[in-house]
């Protein structure tokens, strides 16, 4: 009797299972196709709160848009991969998102290498590949592809251009000495900074360079050095991440900071310093860039972005999910745009986006797909409003601080 | 200064064992990340600093002494070739583990009492747990020395020096003692490591940065000779500082060319001995 029943049961169990399954498909078919967009981000590891970060700002713009109806009634569908920081795994995830998953775009990804290997693929693809990290200033001029665009700053203005022009706008320092790791990122950043510093205030002089190996953490000597050169301030070239924070406890330790100027341009984005507390070394004073100073920003669309960012992921938003939540949003657009999403169609209407966005108006540059996203800079200070360091006294910088459209011809030797 | 203790852990190794350990900025880093390790684990726990100098070159001096049994010993035979195949090797293998253990990301230890704060000097201000590790330097030397000198194992280890069949034949361990010296430089090396993170970073990389410059170091000093390395030490402080103020551009070089010069004039270094 109980075997019946329970034999019964399954059989009722089953059939209700297969009336949901049988049903399911024919709802989804009543809509139209969702347009799909992989998103291969760095998921794992020391470095992951920029993807994860990243995923979320993408995922917030994603659901604003498909609450607000879509794109052209089809809804936006997020996959989201992990590459492990390795070009490998990247093009991997890539060439699956294309193959198996059949996305109609690629985006993400914080490494230049991944970026690079997965642009690569989006050529031979000919899928569209939006950066929202990698800041390598060739993925847009030497190795440019026509699939492949940058919703983030680049390396110029970041590192040499921007700090320069900021500096012409504030500190106006004469005497500068420059320490650099010495590589190739610490050389290019001296020259591009020289360049537009000494052109805008053409009484200021670099009086010394200084150079140490890469990967050195001791700057003991160097910072006697800079104490004691007469110099006003300071420039930090392509010195980042664990070699500025070493730098910068030394600096500290020997009063550097109250001595002269510094320019640091990496102080101003929260991931280095957003552990640092009141009473800990910081570069205090320093004239920082910084990719998305959500603190500094006006108005509700801003101030909501970093509360959900909060809340989904516990991190303070990284400029990456404002770069992702940008770029969902050029989707839109240039999907609407286009009217289809058809691959080179899309990119014709991307080539001429003009966004208005919480950070500003963002305006595509066709000739590189580089999109003049801003750049700002300010002071690096304690304030009550935050628990780490932060720029303040904030400027912004546009399409001036990127290589002009000529200066990339010359770089492609065209 | 603390540049000095890696340098003296390296020499001692070559003097005793004859093995260039490759390596050696590698154990440098593993104390460093050691170090980093117990702050972190006994967060809050007054002189948890301290406690990290004291247990983390001791983890860095074991995992030493489990390098020299298991992977030096059976080819202290081979040529000199297959032991720098061998350490660097273990340069590879102890920077991969420090990834996967710690991560590519940077870690800081902050300054330990009593050390904060600094004095001023010379008319500019001078942190005090620098002038500390200065003052490490000195003690850690007089304390080999006294070591090699005036103890049994010193003796021991004097002997081997010297020739290692006449000190077994009289009836020294050898192995023990290899042992013993290539943990005794795994430690110095720990103590490095594990002292430098205040005023730095715990990061990757920085065994190659340190391993080259300590190699400058044994080189102008004389390999195998702990006053070597201590002069060697100074000498390459010294000319990093003044090649800064004569010629800044060109510093980078200076303890380069410095070493060039002193393996033409006396190529077994200020203090050693030719063979």
């Not at chain 1, 209407?349 to 305006?363: Q, R």
Request: glycine share 10%; net charge positive; charged share 15%.
């Amino acid at each position: 009797m109980t075997n019946t029943l329970k034999a019964f049961g399954i059989m009722l169990a089953t059939a209700a299972l297969v009336a949901v399954m049988g049903l399911a498909p024919t709802t989804v078919l009543a809509e139209k196709p969702p347009i799909k967009i992989g998103f291969i981000h760095t998921m794992s590891g020391p470095i992951s709160m920029y993807g994860i970060t990243s995923a979320a700002g993408a995922k917030i713009a994603v659901e604003e848009i498909n609450a607000a109806g879509g794109v052209m009634g089809r809804k936006l569908q997020l996959i989201v991969r992990d590459d492990k920081i390795s070009p490998e795994a990247g093009l991997r995830e890539a060439k699956d998102l294309v193959l198996k998953e059949k996305v109609d775009f690629l985006a993400g990804t914080i490494s230049s290498g991944v970026a690079l290997a997965i642009s690569g693929y989006a050529r031979r693809a000919k899928k569209i590949y939006m950066i929202n990290i990698a800041q390598s200033t060739r993925i847009t001029e030497e190795k440019f592809n026509k699939y492949t665009f940058r919703f983030t700053t680049n390396a110029t203005p970041y590192f040499g251009k921007g700090p320069a022009l900021a500096l012409a706008k504030t500190y106006k320092a004469k005497k500068i000495i420059s320490l650099g790791y010495d590589y190739e990122m610490g050389k290019n950043s001296l020259k591009e900074f020289k360049a537009t510093y000494l052109k805008m205030v053409p009484d200021a002089k670099i009086i010394d360079e200084l150079w140490v190996p890469l990967g050195s953490t001791d700057f003991t000597a160097h910072i006697a050095k800079m104490a004691n050169s007469g110099a006003d301030c300071f420039y930090l070239a392509g010195i980042y991440g664990g070699g500025e924070l070493a730098f910068t406890k030394q600096a500290w330790s020997f009063g550097l900071y109250d001595k002269m100027k510094a320019v640091q341009p990496c102080a101003g984005d929260v991931e280095t310093w957003g552990k640092v507390k009141q009473g800990d070394p910081y570069p205090k004073n320093a004239l920082a860039t910084c990719r998305y100073p959500f603190w500094a920003i006006k108005g509700d669309q801003n101030a909501n972005f970093v509360k959900q960012i909060r809340e989904m992921t516990g991190l303070w938003p990284s400029y990456g999910s404002m770069d992702a939540y940008v770029i969902m949003y050029a989707i839109k657009d240039a999907v609407t745009k286009a009217g289809t999403t058809e691959t080179q169609k899309v990119i014709k209407a991307l080539e001429t986006l003009k966004m208005d966005t919480f950070v500003g108006p963002v305006e595509m540059r066709a000739y590189d797909h580089q999109a003049m996203m801003p750049t700002w800079y300010g002071i690096m200070r304690f304030t009550p409003d935050l628990p780490f360091p932060h720029i303040t006294d904030v400027g912004k910088l546009g399409a001036e601080s990127y290589h002009t459209v000529e200066q990339i011809k010359k770089v492609r030797g065209k | 200064m603390v540049w000095f203790l890696i340098a003296a852990g390296l020499s001692i190794i070559f003097g005793t064992l004859k093995v260039l350990n490759l390596a050696h900025g590698s154990l440098y880093m593993l104390g460093s990340f050691c170090c980093y390790q117990v702050t972190v684990s006994l967060a809050g726990v007054p002189g948890n600093f301290w406690l990290a100098v004291l247990v983390a070159p001791l983890v860095v001096a074991l995992v030493g002494g489990i390098i020299e049994i298991f992977l030096l010993r059976p080819i202290y035979k081979a040529e000199m070739i297959y032991q720098y195949i061998l350490t660097f090797a273990l340069v590879l293998i102890i920077a991969e583990a420090c990834k996967m253990i710690w991560g590519t990301g940077y870690h800081s230890v902050a300054v330990p009492w009593p050390f904060k704060g600094s004095v001023g000097m010379f008319g500019l201000s001078f942190p005090i747990y620098n002038l500390f590790l200065i003052a490490m330097g000195p003690v850690v030397f007089i304390g080999l020395r006294t070591l090699i000198n005036k103890t049994d194992l010193g003796r021991n280890i004097r002997a081997v020096t010297e020739n290692r069949e006449m000190a077994n034949a009289l009836g020294t361990n050898v192995p023990r003692v290899y042992t013993g010296v290539f943990m005794l430089g795994a430690w110095l090396a720990g103590l490095a490591g594990s002292l430098w993170p205040p005023v730095s970073v715990v990061m990757l990389g920085s065994d190659m940065a340190v391993v080259i410059d300590c190699f400058i170091i044994v080189v102008i000093g004389g390999l195998g000779s702990l006053a070597g390395a201590f002069v060697g030490a100074l000498i390459l402080g010294l000319t990093t500082a003044f090649g800064l103020y004569l010629i800044p551009k060109l510093a980078v070089a200076f303890g380069f060319i410095l070493m060039i010069i002193i393996l033409i004039i006396r190529p077994y270094g200020l203090m050693g001995e030719p063979e």
